[in-house]
């Protein structure tokens, strides 16, 4: 019995320190080793700004050195940025997935919750012959910078100084971060030490210039700033000062650590040090904020500029003609490229990265920009195609780096022309495809029917659906057998199963929607039909390759806010009276109207539609596949999916729609329904006669139409697909191609 115990014991003693050691392995730190450099004093380096270049310490030896990267975003679907939402083996995968696309480096913008750190420093444990590298962002105190206009105040200065020196001990793992639900940031113990991995700092966020002008103007004789390892040059302004003192602070937190890395501060078009006579706000070319005024000392690691530079804004991209002198390799006068070299010339002793660059691929659109590139109406394909010649442009022009916006799509984030449709503490719940802001990744963030429900022609997928996922609508039209229903965080989908393959030559399809009381209950479409409850929106198939979605005149949010209200363009009184019958294209605004003293120059208001519904395949695993595909028809069987903004949802997973009541000139009232009535009907062209139900002259009775609703939802209920994007291909294409900075 004796023996046994001890054998038992003994292998009991083994077992748990086999055990234990599982337990070290995952909690313990893997030491993090790089190839560097030592300048004296214990300081390591691996990177340094050299003349006008970027090197790396490789091989015993400096080499030019080129980021090709990505911004990676704070979160997934669900999930607004400070939650602990991204897991370790997320950013483990992604890793992988980033060097295989041919990226060398991750740009992150603030600091990130521990599990970013010690994915990473494991990942590269495992890849220490090709480590991926990162370059460290330090968020600003946005919001109360350009809430009280001058980065003076003790409280923005402290807040900002306390966020460096949180940075730097996360990023070296020393770090201990207290929760605060109310911030958005990132918290918790920081153990793995990340530094060796790090590429370079960049410190701040795009500045308001209106913040910038107010700091200078208030703060008119503050002193250069003189520190350890930055100074201001005679020339720099106030602000510059102020960043060139929160650099140093940057440095002199590293050096404790053992360290040196290039540091760089962010900077945008906007606050650009070039001139833009063209440019027809005044703001876009305010002041500047001008990265050779401020310089390294002892800091072998050196300085460097960072910008953030898109195609289509600011507007003098489109409409200024002096940033039009370039022709692209397609013989194509080119501003992007002009600008590129513009703002490269202008820096001629210190290396200059876009930290930022890309196009989205979404429904909606923002801004429109010279070539087609815009932001945003892009398919998947056309956005890799822009992403990689843009790419090309930045290596070409002599850059340092591109890094692209961006890795992932994340749902939370908002875009200036849909900002008030939606609602605000909603929007990470659900896939809205207007918001072109969410939809920059190469690695897509699908909602969850994106391989379930595919908009194929092909019922058969609708067949495999459990029985809580669709509902057969019980509508009974003359030229449609079935027609089933169903949804997820992105769209309303609808399945019919017609009487006679669908002809667009010889018919038209519609597909009426309604939400509230009111709307059309008569129209064109209808051809002297009528219903007796309103319809908001209005789906209309016509054409052989699109269809389009309308809005009713008095319903329409564009027409109420920026006709109406703002007076941008004209209307007519009547429009906004019930029944007008008229149903309008569905648009977004893409430009306000602008004139003196506003602007330098009269600019005139500009919109887009985006109600637009593309014929295509939805199967990414098709070669036809086209991401903003929204019907397809064959034979007897019409798919379509509808994104739920263009049906008048500000948050499906509420049930809530904007009303057609007005809280004032720049919001609107919201109203929970119980679901959405659906009405079909099909138009002979050649006779121009509805042909779905009986001459009558009585109203269809929409109103005692069965709804199409469902439960609500909240985070814990957000599913969504993850894949990567034809645009990943695009760039993992350019990316390998390029190795090395091009000779300027």
Known sequence: MKRFWKSSLAKLGLTAFIAAGAVVYWLWPPTAEVESAEIGAGIQIKYRANGTQIEQFANQLWQPYFAKGVNMGATIPGHFPGELAITKEDYERWFAMIQEMGGNVIRIYTILQPEFYEALVRYNAKHQENPLFFIQGVWSPEEKLN????????????SFQQEIVNAVDAVYGKAELEADPHSGKASGTYLFNAGPYLMGWIIGTEWDARMVKNTNDQHPDVPDYHGTHFHSKPEANPFEKWLAEMVDLTAKTETKYGWQHPIAFS???????LEHPGEPLLEEDLVSVDPTHLEPVDWKAGYFASYHVYPYYPDFFT???????????QGEMDSYKTYLHQLKDYHKNIPVMISEFGVPAS???????????????HDEKSQGDIDAEMFRQIHQAGYSGAILFTWQDEWFKKTWNTMRYDIPDRRAYWYNALTNESFFGVLGMFPSKDKDLLIDGDASDWDKLANEEKKKLPIKMKGFKEIWASHDEGYLYLMAKLSKPFDPQNQEVYFGTDTLKGGNRHAPQLHGKTLDEGLETLVELSEPEKGRIK???????????????????????QDFQDNTG??????????????????????????????????????SADPDYNSKAMWQAKGNILEIRIPWMLLGFGDPSSRKVISYQDTGKSSFEYKEVEGIRIIPWIVDKGTQQVISWEDSTKPYPVSQLPLYNWEKWQDVDVKYVERPKQSYDRMQQVMKEINQPAKK
Do not use: C
């Open 147 to 158: 809430t009280s206009q001058d980065a003076y105040d003790p409280k923005i200065k402290q």
């Open 267 to 273: 900077n945008w078009v906007t606050t650009d040090p």
């Open 319 to 329: 409409f200024d003609k002096s940033f039009q002198k370039m022709k692209n390799d």
């Open 363 to 377: 429904q909606g659109i923002a801004h429109k920009g010279m070539l087609g590139r815009h932001q945003g109406g």
């Open 551 to 573: 809005i009713a005149s008095n319903y329409d949010f564009h027409s109420r806010l920026y006709g109406k209200a703002y007076g941008m363009f004209p209307v007519n009184p």
């Open 582 to 619: 008229i149903f309008n294209t569905w648009r977004l605004v893409v430009n306000y109207k602008l004139e003196p003293p506003d602007s330098r120059f009269e600019h005139p208001f500009s919109d887009v539609e985006v109600g637009e519904l593309l014929r295509g395949n939805s199967d």
